[in-house]
């Protein structure tokens, strides 16, 4: 990541003629600096991605007034559109159940300011990692769910995550479905990290659905949270070449480490604006 302040346009559009004639144009237009642009025609879709990183101090204005000015460009290209200040934090709040591997790395790479981001709060389902986190520095709350309370259980975790001013929430096994609701309230602000290489083995217990199919290759994917378990948007995924001697607790092992490296991944291209959502699917600018 570059060291000087940045803003991150990313945008997406039907496919047209003259796209980043248009956005360029007006970038130069006005003296800035593209410290990086990558771009992406889908044919199936006839859709168009891109992603621009532009100097922040080679703009004569700021933030605000590059939406109002960038706006009427973005009209006539039917353009779905943000940009995003590389100066300000994403806050992510991490939701996590009885399992700490992708927990603690998570944590880890956001001390060592690998991860550059705040995290406000965790929220969990059991009291288990209440000590661990809060010895961090950061606010623990326990949630309990059960059949009768997910209603209000999931109406609590909502609202902790408005209070603190959530930009991301990070499901980081946080062995829960979430509802309807709660994922139609964030489209595309959810992350989860499921064990195993979607859409193989969805479900619970995925590695011994794996040990049963006799496959050589297990995986982890990161995805965006929909209300649709079935038609989620793959951000990233990884695989881990299995024997026949390895038994399903072996590929749980095994699949730990795959898991929390393949959410650090995704979380960091989304952290990065290089995620963008198309129906069911992603196109990312890595």
């Known amino acids: 990541m570059h060291r000087e302040r940045f803003y991150t346009l990313t ?4 496919d047209q003629v003259g796209i980043i004639a248009q956005v360029t144009g007006f970038i130069a237009e006005h003296q800035g600096w593209v410290l990086e642009s990558s771009f992406h025609a889908d044919d199936v879709d006839g859709r168009y991605f891109m992603r621009i990183e532009v100097k922040a101090d080679s703009l004569p204005f700021m933030l605000a007034e590059f939406r109002t000015r960038f706006r009427p460009v973005a009209e006539a290209l039917r353009m779905d559109w943000r940009i995003a200040d590389s100066a300000v934090k994403k806050r992510v709040v991490v939701l996590v159940s009885k399992q ?20 406000p709060c965790v929220i969990s389902n059991h009291d288990t990692f209440k000590g661990f986190v809060e010895w961090h520095g950061i606010p623990f ?11 209000q259980a999931y109406a609590e975790v909502q609202r902790l995550f408005e209070e603190v001013r959530g930009d991301t929430m990070v499901l980081a096994r946080y062995m829960q479905i979430l509802s309807p609701a709660l994922c139609a309230a964030y489209p595309g602000q959810i992350l989860n990290i499921h064990h195993s290489f979607l859409p193989s083995f969805v479900g619970a217990k995925p590695y011994h ?8 290759l297990i995986g982890a994917t990161c995805h965006y949270v929909t209300a649709d378990l079935d038609q989620v948007p793959i951000v990233e995924q990884d695989v881990i070449r299995i024997d026949h001697p390895d038994s399903p607790e072996d590929m749980v092992r095994y699949g730990k480490d795959i898991e929390k490296t393949v959410l650090a991944r995704g979380l960091r291209y989304h952290l990065e604006d290089r995620v963008l959502v198309h129906g069911n699917k992603t196109v990312v600018f890595r």
Do not use: F, M
């Not at 945008?11 to 039907?14: F, K, T």
């Not at 700490?100 to 995290?119: F, M, N, P, T, V």
């Not at 709350?141 to 209603?151: C, G, I, L, Q, R």
């Open 11 to 14: 945008a997406s559009c039907p």
């Open 100 to 119: 700490e591997h992708c927990l603690y790395d998570l944590l880890a790479r956001w001390q060592s300011k690998e991860l550059d981001i705040e995290i």
């Open 141 to 151: 709350h326990h949630v309990p769910v059960t059949p009768d309370n997910k209603a």
């Open 209 to 216: 659905q794996a040990y049963l199919r006799g496959v050589k």
